[in-house]
């Protein structure tokens, strides 16, 4: 029993470890006499060895699935071992981890088994009782399961904070090349489905107070990346569209990871996962929403591919450097976070501090600003008249030169920040 | 001058009523255990007077707000005496008049101070991620923890609200003293060696819950087979999860 349940525990959440969000913010689920509390903002309980946050115990209800995608561990022709939790041990694990204050909650996905909505009614079943049974507060994500009835879906959105649904690949295009019974439309329904729904129950809120939460945390997706031919634009297109229509909360890029040499269509074990890629589509992805950029700004049919040896922001501003420099004393802060090296609370910082007297160097310095990168892009108080006109890849060769290390450990820690 | 106190918040406080009564406005508060007295400066005793603390408590919170009053509770929980500095000097310098002095991201110890606060704040939030709960026999879930700074009195809202329905103790080894949640409500416990050591070697003296250390064991396999080989990266893990708090971590044991 003991090692079954151990091996049951190994096999699914190995297969649903490929799922990057691992978001617990964003909910408003409060304790009410029973246990926890979805309301904090979310909490990485620890890191993996590949350094990624482990906020949620993620897992599978099962890796069975009749269908046969060709990137997915789980598909129907893949050799694997199956199993599959029943609801009690899910539930049991669920709330003995949490206890223990190993897990923020619980990511549920599945492989299809028998139907569509056979699956989805057992992932009711889980999060229906951990909520009324075990009155368990905690933060809830669930994955839909394609193709599963509207009914379902809306019960289902009355007991959890998040909801997803994977595009899987960026284009349609490209999902027909790996999953030929797919398409971008059974997700579009069901996010267009949802997203309704929230809108429709915010708007109930305003008029009646006791309405019932519905998928508080709102929606997700992710897009495996590189595994088809999609260019970054295109890529960063589909996202962008995404948030839009459907109001995502976030879009998750997942490097590909080759599980098998099966399909030659993709990439062959071994090469490894585009993970510089990942992160510069990430960095896009928080440059539109928290930046005030839009999207062909950085990206457009003219520049297709987002540089992989500066981050986009810096190659932004190396593309227009008639904009700088800008002079810190005065600027807005709109303009000041637009300069490379210098984020939303520096950006703060300067423009409080200025209020007391005018900046110089060596208070910028001391802000945390990435100072060596903002240099090439600003004045202050004492900043000596320029030494004359500075070309972009003479700017870029003295950021790439100075510590280059230190450049690579700032990419590697911002990676983390935004999963 | 030098105020020397006796290493508690409220002392902290008295060192302030102290220095506006003398008009001594550029005496140092110094707490007792840390005190090397110095031939150049004299030097005076800080009695703790629970009402002094709380008239300063009061003038900071009617005049500065709830957050602020906060802030100076949070940075001196820092242990670090230069932080104590600066946030002794700021708050002369908000009673004497200066509002904005909180804003001078250009003076020194206004930046140390606001350091300091994102520092404890950094360990607060570990320990709320970090702390594991084991549980007794008896129903009772307890931790360990020995955080770089005096963080416990910041986490127990967090905890009480999360874990409402089960009994708790959260127990700071590193400073002797914990706090114990009944259902009902908090009380500050504080345990002799024994007992400690006791507490420690969990296996030997605290019954276990007969699952417990199956949950132990389903959490390390998860943590093994949640991580991806392919993206194996130990700098950034350990950047995440540094080395002083494996000893408590059920995953890395
Ligand atoms: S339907 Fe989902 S689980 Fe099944 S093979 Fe496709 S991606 Fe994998």
Redesign the interface.
Known sequence: M?ER??EK???L??A???DVSCSSSGSKRK?T?????AS?SG????????????SL??ILLTNHCIYDCAFCVSRKSNDVKRAAFTVEEVVD?TM??Y????IEGLFLSSGIFKNADFTMERLLRIVKKLRLEE?YNGYIHLKTIPGASEELIQEAGLYVDRMSINLEMPTEAGLKLVAPEKDHDSVRKPLQFVNTKIQTFQNEKKLIKHTPTFVPAGQSTQMVIGATPENDWEIMSVADEFYKKYQLKRVYYSGY?PINNDNTALPQIGS??P?IRENRLYQTDWLLRFYNFSLNEILNPAFTQLDLDIDPKLSWALRNLHLFPIDINTADYQTIIRVPGIGRQSAV?II??R???K?REY?LK??GIAYNRAKHFITCADTLAPLGFKYAPQIKSTILQMGSSKYKAEI??NQ?KLF | MNYVFDGSYHGFLCCVFECFEMKEWHAVPVAEGFFQPDIFLPERTIFTDVDKAKRIQDALINQFGKATADDFYKAFLSEDTEAWNAAFYIMVLLFKGNHSILEHFGDLKVLYFHQTLKKVSRERHRMKAFIRFSKSNDGLYYAIIEPDFNVLPLILSFFRNRYTDMPWVIYDVKRNYGFHYNLKGLSEIVIDKQEQTAFQNTQLTIALDERDELFKRLWKQYFKSTNIEARRNMKLHLQHVPKRYWKYLVEKQ
């Open positions: 003991l349940i151990e525990l190994m096999i959440a190995d649903a470890k490929y304790n006499g029973g246990i926890g509390d904090a909490i990485c309980h620890t890191y993996t060895e590949d350094g990624r946050c482990v115990l993620k694990l003995n981890f206890r223990r204050n190993y009155r990871i490894r996962p993970l910082k409080t501090a209020k007391y007297g900046l208070q001391k802000m590697a820690e983390l």
